[in-house]
T-cell receptor
Framework: KNQVEQSPQSLIILEGKNCTLQ??????????LRWYKQDTGRGPVSLTI?????NTKSNGRYTATLDADTKQSSLHITASQLSDSASYIC???????????FGTGTRLLVSP | SAVISQKPSRDICQRGTSLTIQCQVD?????MFWYRQQPGQSLTLIAT?????????ESGFVIDKFPISRPNLTFSTLTVSNMSPEDSSIYLC??????????FGPGTRLLVL
């Protein structure tokens, strides 16, 4: 069964600190993996997208990694800001289909 | 990229009534998607809407409950029919531009009393 699991479910960090969010997936065949940021009451916004051959991709203070062998991805946030408070969703696309498999998200709160 | 707008942004409805949600995209797209996000949950695909054909519904979702229109390549509507409190969710439309990135609208927050 295609599944995407994320950890932790929620996280509180102090402003300025770094954090890493985890994503494990069992999706097969794998096309690409995306990380989205979803602010409260808003739609998800894409942060990064990685294909099978990519193992690192950055977008400003966000850096995503992918290990296709172990089927794990991480999202590292550097020097966190209050505006980083949001849910972060890991999404995997199945090859040959338009379907996306969504993780349940990690809710991040950056505290002043 | 794509700019997607939804109307209404939020609504409070009485059980037994219906609500139609509109989704407008600033460019022509072949496929549009409707998702539901229940409180504290991730997104669940309701249906895929192609222009000129019937929408394709995912398991657990039926046309009588969630009728969809797709009159042209930039617009779609989702109706939530005969609502119950269990339908309280955020409803999002989404488009795939074929560039391996899916864009989401801002969502419609629905509360059914």
């Amino acid at each position: 069964k295609n599944q995407v699991e994320q950890s932790p479910q929620s996280l509180i960090i102090l402003e300025g600190k770094n954090c890493t969010l985890q994503c494990n997936y069992t999706v097969s065949p794998f096309s690409n993996l995306r990380w989205y940021k979803q602010d409260t009451g808003r739609g998800p916004v894409s942060l990064t997208i990685m294909t099978f051959s990519e193992n690192t991709k950055s977008n400003g203070r966000y850096t995503a990694t992918l290990d296709a062998d172990t089927k794990q991805s991480s999202l590292h946030i550097t020097a966190s800001q209050l505006s980083d408070s949001a849910s972060y969703i890991c999404v995997v696309r199945v090859t040959g289909f338009q379907k996306l498999v969504f993780g349940t998200g990690t809710r991040l709160l950056v505290s002043p | 990229s794509a700019v997607i707008s939804q109307k209404p942004s939020r609504d409070i409805c009485q059980r037994g009534t219906s609500l139609t949600i509109q989704c407008q995209v600033d460019s022509q797209v072949t496929m549009m998607f409707w998702y539901r996000q229940q409180p504290g949950q991730s997104l669940t695909l309701i249906a895929t809407a192609n222009q000129g054909s019937e929408a394709t519904y995912e398991s657990g979702f039926v046309i009588d409950k969630f009728p969809i229109s797709r009159p042209n390549l930039t617009f779609s509507t989702l109706t939530v029919s005969n609502m119950s409190p269990e339908d309280s969710s955020i409803y999002l439309c989404s488009v795939d531009l074929g560039l391996e990135t899916q864009y989401f609208g801002p969502g419609t927050r629905l509360l059914v009393l």
